[in-house]
């Protein structure tokens, strides 16, 4: 936050070459400290205007770390579609032509063909090159996804950060180190929320909070989804669930990764908040469909929360009168269409006819109502 106000002028448009786009990883991020694998990054937001951040878990972080980096700073825009290789304190801009347009999936499978398989890569996808305001930087299917800075990288053709190392991250006392680190483990392992948050990770909250009326329904009309029970964490686990996963250096494997599903390839991570955003928030009960539309969000690069907030939006529009079925494009944006926030996601990924408007987010999508809302 500090390098960024200090590196920006003011005013200047978050898509600009001016924007200073960051990407930080902690003080212990790469040590054997539990749940110490996350990243920050950072840039004047395209979706707000004002700070933008965003975080991520999974190997990202510790692997820049082990390639003997803290911070990569990104300024100006390239010619041409380019990405970044980082190894064992050097830096690379290697040409990505033949990767712009491809899947974050797609794009990460190449980077680590040539790189080596224990590379990490945080890429974007479609959504970021085509600038929808809240576009993602993924890796493996891990989002840092708030604030729409997979904009800004796609602004400055930026098309993937790869990491590759096997540096150590020094720790000046490592005997006293190691007896925190193992006592925090041990802390973690046996608090009394841990053996729930192992079994279900996030997912388990939906029941919870639409139990206690605060689970966002219908474009928050209601606090309780009458259909809970249908997309949640018990039925994501006893019906599509393939295996937990972890981030680095942590004990809980809280990651529910899905897949098996009968109409779609759903396979991805799935958490709470999509659940509700492109769930309950759109009355859509329909879980594979919610799975599927959750993959298509991690492959193409959208937020997860924004895309089904902005959908959301403009469902309740529509059912109040203000849009019609013309002004969509022919979209029946009734609650709980799936088939619907699915089509939304195509067009808001290649910013197509009325997803066009959806790619401006919320807030600019509601200006052209004006007072209605």
Same mark, same amino acid.
């Given at each position: 936050?500090?390098?960024?106000?200090?590196?920006?002028?003011?005013?200047?448009?978050?898509?600009?070459?001016?924007?200073?786009?960051?990407?930080?990883?902690?003080?212990? #991020?790469?040590?054997?400290?539990?749940? /110490?694998?996350?990243?920050?990054?950072?840039?004047?937001?395209?979706?707000?205007?004002?700070?933008?951040?965003?975080?991520?878990?999974?190997?990202?972080?510790?692997?820049?770390?082990?390639?003997?980096?803290?911070?990569?700073? @990104?300024?100006? *825009?390239? /010619?041409?579609?380019?990405?970044?290789?980082?190894? #064992?304190?050097?830096?690379?801009?290697?040409?990505?032509?033949?990767?712009?347009?491809?899947?974050?999936?797609?794009?990460?499978?190449?980077?680590?063909?040539?790189?080596?398989?224990?590379?990490?890569?945080?890429? @974007?996808?479609?959504?970021?090159? #085509?600038?929808?305001? &809240?576009?993602?930087? +993924?890796?493996?299917?891990?989002?840092?996804?708030?604030?729409?800075?997979?904009?800004?990288?796609?602004? *400055?053709?930026?098309?993937?950060? /790869?990491?590759?190392?096997?540096?150590?991250?020094?720790?000046?006392?490592?005997?006293?180190?190691?007896?925190?680190?193992?006592?925090?483990?041990?802390?973690?392992?046996?608090?009394? =929320?841990?053996?729930?948050? +192992? *079994?279900?990770?996030?997912?388990?909250?939906?029941?919870?909070?639409?139990?206690?009326?605060?689970?966002?329904?219908?474009?928050?009309?209601?606090?309780?989804?009458?259909?809970?029970?249908?997309?949640?964490?018990?039925?994501?686990?006893?019906?599509?669930?393939?295996?937990?996963?972890?981030?680095?250096?942590?004990?809980?494997?809280? %990651?529910?990764?899905?897949?098996?599903?009968?109409?779609? #390839?759903?396979?991805?991570? @799935?958490?709470?908040?999509?659940?509700?955003?492109?769930?309950?928030?759109?009355?859509?009960?329909?879980?594979?469909?919610?799975?599927?539309?959750?993959?298509?969000?991690?492959?193409?690069?959208?937020?997860?929360?924004?895309?089904?907030?902005?959908?959301? &939006?403009? +469902?309740?529009?529509?059912?109040?009168? &203000?849009?019609?079925?013309?002004?969509?494009?022919?979209?029946?944006?009734?609650?709980?269409?799936?088939?619907?926030?699915?089509?939304?996601?195509?067009?808001?990924?290649?910013?197509?006819?009325?997803?066009?408007?959806?790619? %401006?987010?919320?807030?600019? =999508?509601?200006?052209? &109502?004006?007072?209605?809302?």
């Amino acid at each position: 936050a500090r390098l960024l106000f200090d590196m920006l002028s003011p005013g200047i448009s978050p898509l600009s070459p001016e924007n200073v786009l960051i990407f930080a990883a902690g003080p212990i #991020n790469g040590t054997s400290w539990p749940q /110490s694998g996350r990243y920050e990054v950072a840039a004047k937001s395209p979706l707000t205007g004002l700070y933008g951040e965003a975080n991520s878990g999974g190997h990202w972080g510790a692997t820049l770390k082990f390639a003997g980096f803290d911070i990569v700073i @990104i300024q100006g *825009k390239a /010619s041409k579609p380019v990405r970044i290789h980082i190894e #064992n304190g050097k830096a690379e801009l290697i040409p990505a032509t033949d990767l712009w347009g491809a899947t974050t999936l797609d794009a990460e499978k190449e980077i680590k063909a040539k790189h080596g398989e224990d590379t990490k890569v945080a890429s @974007i996808g479609p959504a970021g090159e #085509n600038l929808v305001k &809240f576009a993602a930087i +993924m890796h493996d299917h891990r989002a840092a996804a708030r604030t729409g800075l997979g904009a800004v990288m796609g602004a *400055k053709n930026l098309k993937a950060i /790869s990491v590759r190392g096997d540096r150590k991250v020094p720790v000046a006392n490592e005997e006293r180190f190691e007896e925190l680190t193992k006592e925090a483990r041990r802390r973690l392992i046996s608090h009394e =929320f841990s053996p729930s948050t +192992m *079994k279900y990770g996030t997912t388990i909250l939906v029941e919870l909070m639409s139990e206690i009326g605060r689970f966002p329904t219908r474009n928050f009309q209601s606090g309780v989804f009458e259909e809970a029970e249908k997309i949640g964490g018990e039925r994501i686990i006893r019906e599509f669930m393939l295996r937990k996963r972890g981030c680095y250096n942590c004990p809980l494997h809280c %990651e529910t990764y899905v897949g098996k599903g009968k109409r779609w #390839n759903i396979e991805s991570k @799935i958490e709470y908040e999509t659940l509700s955003s492109l769930g309950s928030r759109c009355g859509n009960s329909d879980l594979e469909a919610l799975l599927y539309a959750n993959r298509l969000c991690n492959i193409y690069g959208l937020d997860t929360i924004s895309c089904g907030g902005v959908i959301a &939006f403009a +469902m309740e529009c529509y059912e109040r009168g &203000f849009l019609t079925k013309e002004e969509t494009g022919g979209i029946e944006l009734t609650w709980g269409n799936a088939d619907a926030i699915i089509q939304c996601i195509e067009l808001i990924t290649r910013r197509e006819g009325f997803g066009n408007l959806l790619a %401006e987010g919320t807030a600019n =999508f509601a200006k052209r &109502f004006g007072d209605k809302v």
